[in-house]
Structure formats: structure tokens, C-alpha cells
């Protein structure tokens, strides 16, 4: 970072995120080895929010529902919903079914539109969410929302990564403190376009959407 701007500083997550933004990472029972496989950002109200997609023409229904809905949103979205251990990728009509059950439920616990709710999925292709497990313990999962649980969020995203991929950087911008932070997973999933790779980051800097897009 010190070759892009000298400016910008590394900052302990454990202690500072991005002003507004809470998180969550817990256990909810959809990985064998009983690790952190679900997390949820929620962002604070009037954020905007962009998204970069896989170019892929195989892709998990949850990827083109959630295009969708950020542009019937015009890109005001309040939280995204993770889970790893299944992908649900290549299931159908069940893998709609519960993105939709999902969204609807976190939606209602937050208080806040399922059109604001985005959900990403990692994990095994071709096998469905569990998806009893992960609603039964989306209520834990809410209550786990802090804005210094950065670290839980990030590693609930994981599956064979082989280390924990976060960063959360700080500058001052005409006398006021900004903080970029950001988390992802994936192994050699990046190219081309994102692949299967997801990467999340969060901003508290005033940024027209315009300029966030690009």
C-alpha cells in the first residue's frame, strides 16, 4: 500500500472498522468441521453499495438475483448475507427457493426490504444449502453484530483457503479519519473476472455511487 499512497495506515480490526458497518461471523452447523460458515455486514441506512460479478456463463442463481435486485435497489443495500459450505451452485429451483427463504428472514430480524438483502454462497457445487440449520441460527447470528467482529466475518467465508485474507486501512481526507476494510476468500479464483472469488469491502468516506462504481 505504502507504493499507492504513503498516507494510508494498517489499523487493528479488533479494535476499528469502517464507522456504521456492524458484523457477524458464527458456527451455524453447515461444515462438518463445525468452523464459522456464516457471516452478515450490515451497513448503515442511505449506504450505497456496488457490486463486480463473475463474467462466467456458469453461474449460481443467487449471483443474477442479486444483480437484479441492486439495480431495483438503485444501489442502496443494507446487508449481505454469507454462507460457506455449500456453494448452491447447480441446484435449481431449490437454490432460488432458498436464497428467497434466507433474504426474507434476515430481512425480517433486521427490520429492513428482502430487496435490500444480498446473499452469497461458497462451498461444494451441486449441493443445497442446509438450509434449516442456517434459519434457525440466523437469529444468533444477528445478535452477534458488532463493529469489531470483523474477524469472525472473515473467516466464516472460508473454505479450502489456506490463510485468512483481510485489511483495513486508514487515512485522514481535509481533517477527517476514513477506514477502507475489507475481507475475501478464495484460491486461485480470481481470474478471470472474480471467477468464484468473493471480496467484500466497506467504506465510511462520503463517495457519489458514481465514483464507488467505477
Known amino acids: 500500500m505504502s507504493q499507492i499512497d504513503s498516507n494510508w495506515s494498517f489499523v487493528d480490526d479488533s479494535k476499528e472498522t469502517p464507522k456504521g458497518f456492524l458484523f457477524a461471523g458464527i458456527s451455524a452447523g453447515l461444515k462438518a468441521s463445525n468452523k464459522k460458515d456464516l457471516a452478515l455486514i ?4 442511505g449506504s450505497i453499495f456496488s457490486g463486480m460479478f463473475t463474467q462466467s456463463i456458469v453461474r449460481a442463481s443467487c449471483v443474477d438475483i442479486c444483480e437484479e435486485r441492486i ?3 438503485s444501489g442502496f443495500v443494507r446487508a449481505i448475507l454469507i454462507n460457506s459450505g455449500q456453494a448452491n451452485a447447480c441446484t ?3 437454490g432460488i427457493e432458498h436464497f428467497q427463504i434466507a433474504t426474507g ?11 435490500e438483502v444480498l446473499m452469497c454462497s461458497t462451498g461444494v457445487i451441486g449441493v443445497p444449502i442446509q438450509i434449516n440449520d ?3 441460527n440466523l437469529p444468533n447470528l444477528v445478535s452477534d453484530l458488532k463493529r469489531n467482529n470483523f474477524q469472525n466475518a472473515a473467516e466464516a467465508i472460508l473454505t479450502t483457503d489456506l490463510t485468512l485474507k483481510k485489511v483495513l486501512l486508514e487515512t485522514t481526507v481535509q481533517g477527517r479519519k476514513i477506514k477502507i476494510a475489507g475481507f475475501a476468500k478464495g484460491s486461485g479464483m480470481i ?6 472469488m468473493l471480496a467484500f469491502l466497506t467504506c465510511d468516506a462520503s463517495i457519489q ?6
Open 42 to 45: 450490515l451497513a448503515p441506512e
Open 71 to 73: 439495480k431495483r435497489a
Open 92 to 94: 435449481g429451483n431449490l
Open 105 to 115: 428472514k434476515i430481512a425480517e430480524l433486521l427490520g429492513i426490504k428482502e430487496e
Open 134 to 136: 442456517l434459519i434457525k
Open 191 to 196: 481470474y478471470p473476472n472474480m471467477a468464484t
Open 209 to 214: 455511487k458514481e465514483e464507488w462504481t467505477k
